[in-house]
């Protein structure tokens, strides 16, 4: 079973017993609302879907789950079993029983659903990230696990609820996109013996790969091209450890004919720079608004750059909203690249 050694700083005996208690206690007939972070990504869409259809095994049959923003799923996340519990965030319940929320480290990424963690009887949060700000009432934050779903695996086998393919087929989504199809360092021998729980129940890891991670329209590769080729690389940043950064415009999507969610594996053709130690995109989502993600292999404590201008995420992986100008959203992360260096005290 999985599951957190003394010492670690995943969440409490007294924490679990506290959220199975929650689950269990919903009253017959009650409604459960399951809300993940702005602009799902596999770790937040499969948590979550994975852990509804843990719900419904148990019996919960008023069950939504949702996201703040538009109700609109990048392609590859299209299709995940448990997809039909998904309602717009303008239809989910106003005043659920019990509240859930995945892989979101502070209250601002669940948008305007950020009033139902008042407005329900009880708010659980089930989040691995180390900003995460302790919002909500009961709280599974588990900053060593490789993602939300290992945490969601946990509490699903507390709770007794079998693995399913439907389930695997989520919570392998969740994995995989937060370990890089188990390449980062939050790889470690419980994530693979938990990838081969989900694969035990049948799933077809090549299949879901493919079309979560390999499949793409002609029009995001040529894309990619245009913005790579603009690409930038500061070797003198991070105390030369080197930066290279891309941006992407509305109008590049536009000319391209592409949406949005394309831009998402953008970083990883940018961050295997060998010459630089992080690695940034910066993605404009209206006139002067970007989302921006940030990538390090080590020498930079990413996310607390991400939490210096008003973001979070983990010290390999982070992101923040950025405004202004692209260049001025850069000369910002220039301008917190320094502190972030990762001293020898802190070395893992
Ligand atoms: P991304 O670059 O979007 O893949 O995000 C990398 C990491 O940073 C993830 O763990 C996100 O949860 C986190 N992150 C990205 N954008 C934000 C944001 N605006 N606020 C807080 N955390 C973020
Ligand atoms: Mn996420
Ligand atoms: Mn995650």
Not at 24 to 53: E, I, K, T, Y
Not at 186 to 209: F, K
Not at 290 to 312: F, I
Request: proline content about 6%; glycine content about 12%; some cysteine.
């Amino acid at each position: 079973m999985p599951g957190t050694a003394p010492g670690e700083s995943g969440p409490t005996e007294a924490e679990w017993a506290a959220a199975v208690a929650a689950v269990r206690q919903v009253p017959a007939g009650g409604r459960v609302l399951l809300v993940c972070h702005v602009n799902p990504d596999g770790d937040a869409l499969g948590s979550m879907l994975g852990f509804a259809q843990g719900l419904r095994w148990l019996g919960v049959d008023l069950l939504q789950a949702t996201f703040p923003g538009p109700f609109d799923l990048p392609d590859p996340l299209r299709g995940l079993p448990g997809e039909e519990l998904l309602v717009p965030a303008t239809e989910a319940y106003p005043d659920p029983d019990l509240v859930i929320c995945f892989d979101a480290a502070s209250a601002s990424r669940l948008g305007e659903l950020v009033d139902r963690l008042d407005a329900a009887g009880a708010a659980l949060v089930l989040d691995h990230h180390a900003s995460n700000t302790r919002f909500g009432g009961l709280h599974l934050v588990d900053p060593q696990a490789a993602a939300t779903s290992v945490v969601a695996e946990e509490l699903l086998d507390r709770l007794g609820v079998p693995l399913d393919a439907g389930i695997a087929e989520c919570l392998y989504v969740a994995l995989t996109t937060d370990t890089g199809s188990f390449r980062f360092e939050a790889t470690t021998p419980a994530v693979h013996q938990m990838a081969a729980r989900l694969l035990a129940t049948g799933i077809r890891p090549g299949d879901i790969s493919r079309r979560i991670f390999d499949h793409r329209p002609f029009g995001a590769v040529r894309l990619f091209g245009e913005v790579l080729g603009r690409a930038r690389l500061e070797p003198a940043a991070a105390g030369g450890r080197g930066l290279v950064w891309t941006y992407a415009t509305q109008d590049d999507l536009v000319r391209h004919g592409q949406r949005p969610y394309v831009l998402e594996a953008l970083i990883d053709s940018v961050r295997c720079t060998a010459e630089a130690d992080v690695s940034c995109v910066v993605k404009q989502v209206s006139a002067h608004e970007w989302a921006v993600s940030l990538r390090s292999k080590g020498a930079v404590d990413v996310s607390r750059v991400a939490v210096a201008l008003g973001g979070g995420g983990h010290r390999f992986a982070a992101g923040f909203t950025g405004r202004g100008s692209a260049d001025e959203v850069m000369d910002g992360i220039r301008g917190q690249l320094d502190d972030a260096l990762v001293g020898a005290e802190d070395q893992v």
